[in-house]
């Protein structure tokens, strides 16, 4: 599996911004795309933004012009700048990995988490 840590998190001002940061590390086998999902108490996890290695991206509607998805693959990272947070961004966000070994299906690698609390 691929290691996933996440960082950056933490408590903002609606209207502020954060920028989280994913390190991959430990896979055998090509990552094929990197992205971030979210979780809120009481609802299922949602995809917020992905990035191929190609460097098409996609957000969910929800996000768009305030989120940004970028990549380092010298650093083998990947952020996510949150601008103009709101509220109901509030969740907690997890980095995610899918990898594509050849001749088998695609396997997802999650981090453990990190809180995003936007709130006065």
């Known amino acids: 599996q691929v290691q996933l840590v996440e960082s950056g998190g933490g408590l903002v001002q609606p209207g502020g911004s954060l920028r989280l940061s994913c390190a991959a590390s430990?896979?055998?086998?090509?990552?094929?795309?990197m992205g971030w999902y979210r979780q809120a108490p009481g609802k299922q996890r949602e995809l917020v933004a992905t990035v191929t290695i190609g460097g098409s991206t996609n957000y969910a509607d929800s996000v768009k012009g305030r989120f940004t998805i970028s990549r380092d693959s010298a650093k083998n990272t990947v952020y996510l700048q949150m601008n103009n947070l709101k509220p109901d961004d509030t969740a907690v966000y997890y980095c995610?990995?899918?990898?594509?070994?050849?001749?088998?299906?695609?396997?997802?690698?999650w981090g453990q988490g990190t809180q995003v609390t936007v709130s006065s």
């Open positions: 430990g896979s055998i086998f090509k990552i094929n795309a």
């Open positions: 995610n990995a899918r990898v594509v070994p050849t001749g088998f299906v695609p396997f997802d690698s």
